[in-house]
């Protein structure tokens, strides 16, 4: 696979490169150029000129149409795509074909068919003019694009959350210019093909590879022909990109870290308990921002859980790597760290020895630990990796406060089969996403981001929309 830029419609490779990894197995899979400042100027100027010519005149039916046709060529080149980005992140082919590209495409025809439901998203309300004292006035609200719009993305689902940003961008009809993770330039290469084929007028939808700090993302995000941001990655990277826009007020779109809580109640159904905690800590090797981090169960089962969670996770075999050697450090120093700050290891604990090909890759154990203090790093830093504490609790009130006390609010898990305590506690849990007996169950047009530490904005159904555009208001006096 060849990565390369699209800038105004034309491949282009030139410049500086950097060598691509294959998490499995540690192998050089490729070369990946990075965007200079000239590659990324290059392509804002394309998309300006995008807006001022045929894409900034496409109507709303003729965009849904081209979005349907974006998701028309990854289905066509599914196969490709799935080995691209199993290849790119390590994850197991599997998950690939059947939660990523899947859902890549599903972005693109959940904005087609938004936006044939509701074509240009104008509001029209009749009111008053009371406060004039002449009469009644006709007000109409339109939505306008924002114009030029950067989307910096992740490596841990790069094409689902690539295509979760571009999707309504396209559709609300902003030119976009997205850098995808160094670590995963593939299917972003590959949908960039697509979109050409697709037939997008040029400018429209351009691609820059390359790092972030003092590279190409923050070339593009501290852009004064940047009119938006829209941000999916570390808390600390939100903050420097936010401190980046701030020269030029650019307005931020954020989905950030977390540090999830599952709450366990002694009524729950235990075996859907356990299944769902070890889903939703060790899929992707916990390597998803909606992955359970901090478990708290009611102590009349505690020990059950722990000791059947623990057997599960010994059990689990053809998990995938880490992203990097870089990142495998960083979960390794963290089951160190906890190991220094006191943790009983349930599972887990370190790196696995398989004694083939796959040593030379970014593997570690999956891993279940209890007896930190609440204020524990580990129970408080994000790691990313397939780790959870478990720790017991004894009333409601107690189970909230601890899942609230953390810095980030994404996503929660409340395990219970009792209805009215289900409704009592999902309100009052500090995250922007609480699911009631299941995990990452997605509707997508619900509103997806998090509070505090964990986000800004909300993504998903119109709410996407609502960021990608400008709601001008149109008052006529009768
Ligand atoms: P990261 O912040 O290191 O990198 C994300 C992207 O930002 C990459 O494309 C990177 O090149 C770019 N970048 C880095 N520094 C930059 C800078 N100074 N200016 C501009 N761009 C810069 O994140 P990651 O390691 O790729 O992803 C893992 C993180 O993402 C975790 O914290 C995880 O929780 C979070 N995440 C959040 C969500 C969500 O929806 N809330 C989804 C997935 C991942």
Same mark, same amino acid.
């Given at each position: 696979m060849?990565a390369e830029h699209y800038v105004g419609g034309v491949f282009r490779?030139?410049?500086?490169? &950097?060598?691509?990894?294959?998490?499995?197995? +540690?192998? !050089?899979?490729?070369?990946?150029?990075?965007?200079?400042?000239?590659?990324?100027? *290059?392509a804002?100027?394309a998309a300006?000129a995008a807006l001022a010519g045929p894409w900034g005149a496409t109507p709303a039916e003729e965009r849904a149409a081209a979005l349907r046709r974006i998701a028309d060529g990854i289905q066509e080149r599914f196969e490709e795509f799935v080995d691209a980005e199993?290849?790119?992140?390590?994850?197991?082919?599997?998950?690939a074909a059947?939660v990523d590209i899947p859902r890549a495409i599903g972005n693109f025809r959940a904005y087609a068919d938004l936006l044939y439901a509701r074509p240009e998203r104008?509001?029209? #309300?009749?009111?008053?003019?009371?406060?004039?004292?002449?009469?009644?006035?006709?007000?109409?609200?339109?939505r306008?694009p924002l114009?030029v719009v950067?989307i910096?993305s992740?490596?841990?689902l790069p094409l689902l959350l690539l295509t979760w940003k571009v999707a309504p961008a396209l559709a609300a009809g902003n030119a976009v210019v997205a %850098?995808p993770?160094?670590?995963?330039p593939s299917t972003a290469t590959l949908l960039a093909q697509v979109i050409d084929a697709a037939g997008l007028p040029a400018g429209a939808f351009n691609l820059v590879?390359?790092?972030?700090?003092?590279?190409?993302?923050?070339?593009?995000?501290?852009?004064?022909?940047? *009119?938006?941001?829209a941000?999916?990655?570390? @808390?600390?990277?939100?903050?420097?990109?936010?401190?980046?826009?701030?020269?030029?007020?650019?307005?931020?779109?954020?989905?950030?870290?977390?540090?999830?809580?599952?709450?366990?109640?002694?009524?729950?159904?235990?075996?859907?308990?356990? !299944?769902?905690?070890?889903?939703?800590? &060790?899929?992707?090797?916990?390597?998803?921002?909606?992955?359970?981090?901090?478990?708290?169960?009611?102590?009349?089962?505690?020990?059950?859980?722990? @000791?059947?969670?623990?057997?599960?996770?010994?059990?689990?075999?053809?998990?995938?790597?880490?992203?990097?050697?870089?990142?495998? *450090?960083?979960?390794?120093?963290?089951?160190?760290?906890?190991?220094? !700050?006191?943790?009983?290891?349930?599972?887990?604990?370190?790196?696995?020895?398989?004694?083939?090909?796959? *040593?030379?890759?970014?593997?570690?154990?999956? #891993?279940?630990?209890? +007896?930190?203090?609440?204020?524990?790093?580990?129970?408080?830093?994000?790691?990313?990796?397939?780790?959870?504490?478990?720790?017991?609790?004894? #009333?409601?009130?107690?189970?909230?406060?601890?899942?609230?006390?953390?810095?980030?609010?994404?996503?929660?898990?409340?395990?219970?089969?009792?209805?009215?305590?289900?409704?009592?506690?999902?309100?009052?849990? !500090?995250?922007?996403?609480?699911?009631?007996?299941?995990?990452?169950?997605?509707?997508l047009r619900?509103? &997806?981001?998090?509070? %505090?530490?964990?986000?800004?904005?909300?993504e998903g159904g119109e709410?996407s929309l609502?960021?990608f555009s400008?709601?001008?208001?149109?008052?006529?006096?009768?």
């Amino acid at each position: 696979m060849k990565a390369e830029h699209y800038v105004g419609g034309v491949f282009r490779a030139d410049g500086p490169t &950097f060598p691509l990894i294959t998490p499995v197995d +540690g192998a !050089e899979a490729g070369s990946v150029p990075e965007a200079t400042r000239e590659v990324v100027d *290059d392509a804002v100027a394309a998309a300006r000129a995008a807006l001022a010519g045929p894409w900034g005149a496409t109507p709303a039916e003729e965009r849904a149409a081209a979005l349907r046709r974006i998701a028309d060529g990854i289905q066509e080149r599914f196969e490709e795509f799935v080995d691209a980005e199993a290849a790119d992140t390590g994850k197991p082919r599997e998950l690939a074909a059947t939660v990523d590209i899947p859902r890549a495409i599903g972005n693109f025809r959940a904005y087609a068919d938004l936006l044939y439901a509701r074509p240009e998203r104008a509001y029209t #309300t009749q009111i008053p003019g009371w406060s004039t004292g002449t009469g009644q006035a006709l007000n109409y609200t339109v939505r306008r694009p924002l114009g030029v719009v950067a989307i910096i993305s992740p490596w841990n689902l790069p094409l689902l959350l690539l295509t979760w940003k571009v999707a309504p961008a396209l559709a609300a009809g902003n030119a976009v210019v997205a %850098k995808p993770s160094e670590e995963t330039p593939s299917t972003a290469t590959l949908l960039a093909q697509v979109i050409d084929a697709a037939g997008l007028p040029a400018g429209a939808f351009n691609l820059v590879h390359g790092h972030g700090a003092d590279a190409a993302g923050e070339f593009l995000t501290g852009h004064p022909g940047v *009119d938006a941001i829209a941000f999916t990655g570390e @808390s600390a990277t939100g903050a420097a990109i936010m401190r980046n826009a701030a020269d030029h007020v650019t307005p931020v779109s954020f989905e950030l870290g977390g540090k999830n809580p599952a709450l366990v109640f002694a009524d729950a159904d235990l075996d859907a308990a356990v !299944e769902g905690t070890v889903r939703s800590s &060790f899929t992707h090797s916990g390597q998803i921002c909606l992955c359970t981090e901090r478990v708290y169960v009611e102590r009349p089962v505690f020990e059950e859980f722990v @000791s059947r969670l623990g057997e599960r996770a010994r059990a689990l075999d053809g998990y995938g790597p880490m992203i990097s050697a870089q990142h495998r *450090d960083k979960v390794l120093s963290y089951y160190r760290l906890a190991r220094e !700050e006191g943790a009983t290891f349930v599972a887990g604990g370190g790196a696995p020895s398989f004694g083939d090909e796959r *040593d030379g890759g970014f593997h570690v154990e999956p #891993t279940v630990i209890t +007896g930190l203090p609440e204020t524990a790093r580990t129970v408080r830093e994000e790691v990313f990796g397939p780790i959870c504490h478990v720790a017991p609790f004894d #009333t409601e009130d107690e189970a909230l406060r601890l899942a609230n006390d953390s810095p980030y609010g994404l996503a929660s898990t409340v395990w219970t089969r009792d209805l009215s305590r289900a409704h009592r506690v999902a309100p009052r849990i !500090e995250t922007g996403i609480v699911w009631v007996n299941c995990w990452n169950l997605r509707d997508l047009r619900t509103p &997806f981001g998090g509070v %505090k530490a964990s986000g800004i904005g909300r993504e998903g159904g119109e709410y996407s929309l609502d960021f990608f555009s400008e709601p001008v208001n149109v008052c006529i006096q009768i």
